[in-house]
């Protein structure tokens, strides 16, 4: 397929930057690139990590009618799709939380059914993006308690709505890049992982994170059908990243507790990193002093680093990164360096 670019609103080649446009919006946008005929782009029989792909409105179903937090979130966005049946952690009056108006300017939300309706969950569907929601009926997010451990001065296990409380709940619209090139934006709701890291109390010694997810083969069927891989999931970062402005511990997106397929009930967002860098469902946090291993790097060290930024000029060894594909309407664009996010984070890696 020829390579067309048609710049928009958050490419670097324009100029003033219109404010986020939620859904309903989109929705207009999406129905007119219908219109004309511009199709989305399939990927080429490569599995995608921890990213969204392109879907249609088949999949999305209509939740039922909720009061409070859910009548906000519906007016907010536009559709009251894809809320889940279990609380969320805090209390669901807590959201939709507000929206942070330092992060997300320009940026356009790509539709919830988009986002939701196929994604990349190996522990539900393994070796491929597909219809993940429709593998997580047995997965059970409430309840839910996380581990912290190593090198804190207390270890201890706690809930998740202790942790929805550590700071007030904001929504932050981000950037998501896959490292197979699919992008999104989505509004993640959540706290500032710094604060989490504070809480928990770290000894000095302590220089980085390590996030192991959940291992509960009975609910997760990739867990059982592919046991080669070396489950639970387990990620790591550097303190300097953890605690970084645009680290987030995530417990909402769209204005709602995480469906399964995004990472329920509790996750990371490294929103200049490539996804599979943000833990989803993890259940235990260990603080230590050497840089730990990580579930790709492991199990392809050739093809996944510990760091995994977005760079556009460093491609995967199988393809380049140098462009991305938007998930909804198929769109090429230049991938942005970090994502994006070089003014925030481009300093930790200098040198």
Same mark, same amino acid.
């Given at each position: ?140 997010? @409430?309840?839910? @308690? ?28 981000? @950037? ?176």
């Amino acid at each position: 397929m020829a390579h067309i670019h048609v710049p928009r609103p958050w490419s670097r080649r324009t100029g003033a930057l219109p404010p986020v446009l939620d859904e309903s919006a989109w929705l207009r946008r999406r129905e007119l690139v219908k219109a004309l005929g511009l199709g989305g782009l399939a990927a080429a029989g490569i599995p995608l990590l921890g990213c969204s792909a392109a879907a249609d409105e088949q999949g999305e179903r209509e939740s039922g009618g909720r009061e409070g937090g859910a009548a906000r979130a519906s007016a907010q966005y536009g559709r009251g799709r894809w809320r889940p049946d279990y609380e969320a952690a805090g209390g669901d009056a807590l959201y939709p939380a507000p929206r942070a108006q330092a992060y997300g300017a320009g940026l356009v939300l790509n539709p919830e059914g988009d986002a939701a309706t196929k994604n990349n969950f190996y522990e539900f569907l393994p070796g491929r993006a597909g219809e993940v929601y429709r593998h997580v009926g047995r997965f059970e997010p @409430r309840p839910w @308690r996380v581990e912290v451990a190593g090198a804190v001065e207390e270890e201890r296990s706690v809930d998740i709505d202790e942790i929805a409380r550590i700071a007030p709940l904001e929504e932050r619209v981000y @950037r998501f890049r896959c490292v197979e090139r699919w992008s999104m934006v989505v509004p993640w709701t959540g706290i500032p992982m710094k604060a989490f890291v504070a809480w928990c109390r770290p000894k000095p010694a302590a220089k980085y994170l390590r996030f192991v997810s959940f291992l509960r083969p009975d609910q997760a069927p990739g867990q059982k059908s592919a046991a080669h891989y070396p489950w639970p999931y387990y990620e790591g970062l550097r303190m300097d990243e953890a605690t970084n402005e645009l680290a987030m511990i995530v417990t909402g997106i769209f204005g709602h507790a995480l469906p399964v397929q995004h990472g329920a009930p509790i996750r990371v967002i490294v929103p200049w990193k490539y996804g599979y860098k943000s833990a989803k469902s993890f259940v235990r946090v260990e603080f230590t002093e050497r840089q730990p291993p990580t579930f790709w790097n492991d199990f392809a060290p050739k093809e996944y680093g510990f760091l995994s930024n977005v760079e556009p000029d460093v491609p995967h060894p199988r393809w380049s990164q140098a462009q991305e594909v938007d998930i909804t309407t198929g769109e090429r664009r230049p991938t942005l360096p970090y994502n994006g996010y070089g003014a925030q984070v481009g300093g930790l890696y200098a040198g």
